[in-house]
């Protein structure tokens, strides 16, 4: 069943993204060659105490950290540690999320670590980021859950093949709903696939995390021995991007940007809904 939600509770889930989108404010500042994953988890848990917010990571699953720290091949995921330090040309991924009153926020970002980086790199995470905005584009009355999958693989398919000679959207994982829990029906593939229809429509009160993963290569991934970290099979390395969005009679809000999505969107040709707490 795919959880409606009131305009009430929607204002709840955007105070929820405005905390994970501070997360994310904090967290790209300190992803700096010689920092540890394990540093960026201390500062988001600092940045959730500070808002009066809960993790909906510590603990999920038994999962032990406030954030998902996934460098160069690791898809998503990735446990922070003391072990793990970032270097100058790393990229890594930083999957955030917090509640606020029960409601759930989920996002997550690519970012680059000093400098250095194949041109291959910035192109991948461009084309994952826009995939997903491609994605949020779709988020209207009317259609499907299928119409944003198609929006997200469409995108990716028609850019320019990298280096390595191909985009990889990885299969084992995608979007999904949120609301009262982090992750709910429905499922979102970041590609159509015929055996699972058309999905539900789109109504006003539908709650979705959009999040492509790209690598440049695979599609295939297998997950370590630690039971979370998931890496790409043939080494190469990914991208990962996400955004919490509602669907309101007024059109999309995405929950976890700081302008409810609003400039980017704007270049898309869409018109956001009205931020319940502006």
């Given at each position: 069943m795919v959880e409606i939600k009131t305009p009430e509770q929607?204002?709840?889930m955007r105070e929820a993204g405005l905390v994970v989108a501070a997360i994310h404010e904090a967290t790209r500042a300190a992803a700096v060659p010689g920092a540890s994953t394990k540093d960026l988890d201390d500062v988001a848990r600092k940045v959730i105490a500070d808002h009066g917010a809960k993790s909906n990571f510590l603990g999920y699953g038994g999962f032990p950290a406030t954030i998902c720290t996934s460098v160069n091949d690791i898809v998503v995921h990735g446990i922070p540690d003391r072990e793990t330090v970032l270097g100058d040309g790393d990229i890594i991924s930083i999957d955030a999320g917090a509640i606020?009153?029960?409601w759930h926020g989920d996002a997550a970002f690519t970012a680059f670590v000093g400098t250095g980086h194949a041109p291959e790199l910035y192109e991948l995470s461009r084309v994952t980021e826009e995939s997903m905005w491609a994605g949020i584009a779709a988020v209207h009355k009317g259609n499907r859950l299928v119409d944003i999958s198609r929006a997200i693989e469409g995108y990716i398919r028609r850019q320019p093949?990298?280096?390595?000679g191909k985009y990889g959207i990885i299969e084992d994982y995608g979007g999904h709903g949120i609301g009262t829990q982090m992750h709910m029906d429905p499922h979102l593939l970041n590609y159509v696939s015929k055996?699972?229809?058309k999905?539900?429509?789109l109504v006003p009160g539908f709650?979705?995390?959009i999040e492509p993963m790209v690598s440049l290569g695979t599609a295939k991934t297998h997950v370590l021995a630690d039971d979370w970290t998931v890496k790409t099979d043939d080494g190469t390395w990914s991208s990962h991007w996400e955004h919490s969005v509602a669907l309101t009679e007024e059109g999309p809000l995405v929950l976890t940007a700081v302008d409810g999505g609003r400039a980017k969107l704007a270049e898309l040709g869409v018109e956001t809904a009205p931020d319940p707490l502006a």
């Open positions: 929607i204002a709840k606020v009153d029960g093949r990298p280096a390595s055996k699972r229809g999905g539900p429509r709650c979705i995390a």
